[in-house]
Structures are given as structure tokens and as C-alpha cells.
């Protein structure tokens, strides 16, 4: 069987283009593409569907994608966080620095987006926030852990904006919200831990060169550890949920 990693190098070879030409209209940077063709990585399959578009591969690429990411031991859906999130009744985000982007309203969702990709055009920026204010279904149960100073590194009217986002959810039910004062120890990336409509979890963990899916049971069990560990450093929910209202009162 062909590797999708030395396919999506050939195609783009026959192409002419170059990484960084490849990567600038899907939204990427040049590093991503270059993960991909080194097997680093593996692309979602919605951003298989815009490289087979590109390449003008007629449905090949989308196909070689779902032979490989079965040959490697995991169903397709489970290479995106996005199908993730469409079959799982609830999720347990674990995030070092930012507000989980989930959860994130659009000014927030701007800031940080912005922040992190200083070099993108606005119209880039705009297409990024969309898709992330999409991510969260009225079915979906969030817990998220995640220091208070997340909050406290937007502007003023940000950070009320998004304790304001944050309390409505939580007084909705369809998130719990638990803040860390100071560093959340022992986190170096973001996590995600996912209970599917059928009773399975799997776990993804967002690392520089892309993200990565675990459903062994020692991972999984290695994470829902780390997860409880984070809750410990956190303040009670009624803690926390006073500490959302002073900012989203104090901001202003």
C-alpha cells in the first residue's frame, strides 16, 4: 500500500508547488505540510479533502487516508478532534496557559487565534474563530481545568467578556469550569479526554507538531490520573465560579 506521507510529498512535487505555498491557503504553516510528508503527523480528513482539491487527486488522497489511518489500529474519525467532538456526550479538557478554545467566546476566540498567528491575514483569522465558536453543541458536556491566569492575560474587556461566556455556560449545566490559581503543575500541553455515545473514551493531547490520539487502556488511564492530579490544584466550582463573576464585573 501506498504511504500517505510519501504520496502527499509526490502529489505536491507534480504540483510544483512549494511547502509553504501549499500550506498558506489551507491556513497552515509551512511546518505542518512538512510533518505530513515526513509521516510526523497526519492531516484531519477535512484537510485531506482540501489537499486532494488542490492536488486535483479526484478522491484518492481522501481514500488512501482512511486505508491508513485504519492501518494504523484507529478508525478515521478518530485522527480529528472536530469528529471527536461530534459523537462524544461529554469531554474533559486539561489546558496549561488558554481558556480551552471549545469553550471560548468570539473575542477571546480573536485574541488568542491573533496572538498565535501573528503573520495571518485577517480573512484567515476570521475563518479560524468561525470554526471554533462551531465546535460546542448544545448536547455536549465540558469540564475544563485551566489556570485563572488565562483570563488574566486578556485585554480588559476580553476577559469579561469570556467570564461572562464561561458563568452562562456554567449556569446553563453545560460546563464545569474548575480554575487553578498560579501554574497547573505537571500539564506541559493541552488534553482532552472523550466519553463516544457508545461508552468509549479516547484521549488526544496537542503537541507542536500536531495532535495525538490514544485509546490504549494505559494511556487513557495515564491521563484521567493527570486530569484528577489537575482537579486538585483547582478551586472548588462554587470557588470558581465566584472568581468568573469578579472578572467578568471587574474588567469593566
Known amino acids: 500500500m501506498t504511504e500517505l506521507p510519501s504520496e502527499l510529498k509526490r502529489l505536491r512535487s507534480l504540483s510544483g508547488k512549494t511547502q509553504q505555498e501549499v ?28 489537499l486532494d482539491n488542490l492536488y486535483d487527486a479526484r478522491g484518492s488522497l481522501v481514500t488512501l487516508w482512511i486505508d491508513y489511518t485504519s492501518a494504523n489500529g484507529l478508525p478515521a474519525w478518530l485522527r480529528s478532534d472536530s469528529e471527536l467532538l461530534k459523537r462524544a456526550v461529554s469531554v474533559e479538557i486539561v489546558t496549561p496557559v488558554l481558556v480551552p478554545g471549545i469553550l471560548q467566546c468570539e473575542s477571546y ?16 483569522i476570521d475563518d479560524l474563530v468561525r470554526v471554533r465558536l462551531s465546535l ?15 483570563l488574566a492575560c486578556a485585554p480588559d474587556s476580553v476577559r469579561a ?20 490559581p498560579g501554574v497547573l503543575v505537571g500539564v506541559t500541553s493541552p488534553f482532552q479526554v472523550y466519553r463516544l455515545r457508545d461508552e468509549k473514551e479516547v484521549a488526544t493531547s496537542d503537541h507542536v507538531r500536531g495532535t495525538v ?10 491521563f484521567r490520573d493527570l486530569a484528577r492530579a489537575a482537579r486538585g490544584y483547582a478551586r472548588p466550582l462554587s470557588e470558581s465560579l465566584r472568581v468568573l463573576k ?3 464585573e471587574d474588567a469593566w
Open 23 to 50: 500550506a498558506s491557503p489551507l491556513g497552515f504553516g509551512k511546518s505542518s505540510v512538512a510533518n505530513w510528508e515526513a509521516g510526523r503527523t497526519t492531516p484531519t480528513l477535512d484537510t485531506i479533502r482540501e
Open 109 to 124: 476566540a480573536r485574541f488568542a487565534i491573533a496572538e498565535g498567528r501573528p503573520n495571518d491575514p485577517l480573512n484567515i
Open 136 to 150: 460546542l453543541r448544545d448536547a455536549l458536556r465540558v469540564s475544563a481545568i485551566f489556570p485563572e491566569s488565562a
Open 161 to 180: 467578556d469570556q467570564a461572562g461566556h464561561l458563568l452562562k455556560l456554567s449556569q446553563e449545566g453545560r460546563a464545569r469550569v474548575h480554575l487553578v
Open 213 to 222: 490520539v490514544f485509546s490504549e487502556p494505559s494511556d487513557l488511564t495515564r
Open 246 to 248: 469578579e472578572a467578568a
